[in-house]
């Protein structure tokens, strides 16, 4: 069986000379998932390791080093799906947890529900001896000054040796959004999305991203065209034609095909499979 992860550390304006770094900072966390896929994990457990690398790393916005809110506070999203039996698990504006993606997997592994937010998600992480963080601690220096320009997100997806896929995403938002905003990425199907066949990331404009439903469109378009890239593509293109916007996504599919499609100037992504490693801005 072909294995496989790609992860991508968000399609947003970001300074020329970042680039190098966020392209190390991708690798390092593919690099995590594949030694876990190496070893016979699960596709799930590459999925949500590899983003937990990238919201420590202050560089990219998840976890530490999330964007802002227009009034100067941090609130996070994310989500991971388990292709093979659906199951998923989302968090949503919560400020208080350093990994969001874990308590994601908690919600999904550990509750009734798919998803949490906010003071209930947090009170759930405690139960969960999940501890908790000041949102201050999170926030990285250099993001203060940033908050007009940039937005981004985090995420991979995965292919294990078992057949089985998963998707895992992770975001601080978008610079100066409104408290409570909550974007694609912690919606099943909008910015994360997996099942038997296909698993999905996606970065980008939220609102235009959500009114898409993004990724279910991609595995979508991946069934009916048979071609990873090209359900990408199409799913990329509708978003454009239909609602506008800025956007990126990373799939994998059920045989080993990788997908990598944004229409904004960059998204670092890291790609690892039998065939070697590949790196893009
Ligand atoms: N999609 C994320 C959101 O809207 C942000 C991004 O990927 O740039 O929250």
Not at 8 to 28: D, F, I, K, T
Not at 81 to 109: F, K
Request: with cysteine.
């Amino acid at each position: 069986m072909p294995t496989a992860i790609v992860v991508h550390g968000g399609c947003g304006r970001v300074e020329e000379n970042s680039l190098a770094e966020r392209r190390a900072g991708v690798r390092q966390a593919a690099e995590r998932g594949w030694e876990i896929l190496r070893a016979g994990g699960s596709a799930l457990d590459a999925a949500e390791a590899a983003v937990v690398v990238l919201e420590d790393l202050p560089l990219f916005n998840a976890g530490r080093g999330s964007a802002l809110t227009r009034d100067g506070r941090i609130e996070m999203d994310a989500a991971i799906m388990d292709g093979a039996t659906r199951r998923a698990g989302a968090v949503a504006c919560v400020s208080r947890v350093a990994n969001p993606i874990r308590l994601a997997r908690r919600v999904m592994e550990a509750s009734p529900h798919v998803m949490l937010c906010a003071a209930g998600a947090e009170e759930f992480a405690a139960q969960q001896g999940i501890p908790a963080c000041d949102w201050r601690d999170l926030v990285v220096a250099e993001r203060r000054s940033q908050w007009e320009r940039e937005h981004g997100t985090v995420g991979a997806v995965a292919l294990d040796a078992g057949g089985g896929l998963a998707a895992a995403t992770s975001t601080g938002g978008t610079s100066g959004k409104l408290p409570g905003r909550i974007g694609d990425t912690p919606i099943i199907g909008a910015g994360t999305y997996a099942d038997r066949a296909t698993a999905v990331s996606c970065t980008g404009t939220g609102e235009s991203i959500l009114r898409m439903t993004l990724a279910r469109l991609a595995a979508l378009w991946r069934e009916r065209l048979g071609d990873a890239q090209a359900a990408a593509e199409r799913a990329l293109a509708e978003l454009a034609a239909e609602v506008g916007g800025e956007a990126g996504l990373i799939l994998v599919d059920r045989d080993g095909r990788l997908a990598i499609a944004h229409n904004t100037p960059h998204m670092p992504v890291c790609a690892i499979h039998a065939g070697g490693i590949e790196v893009r801005s």
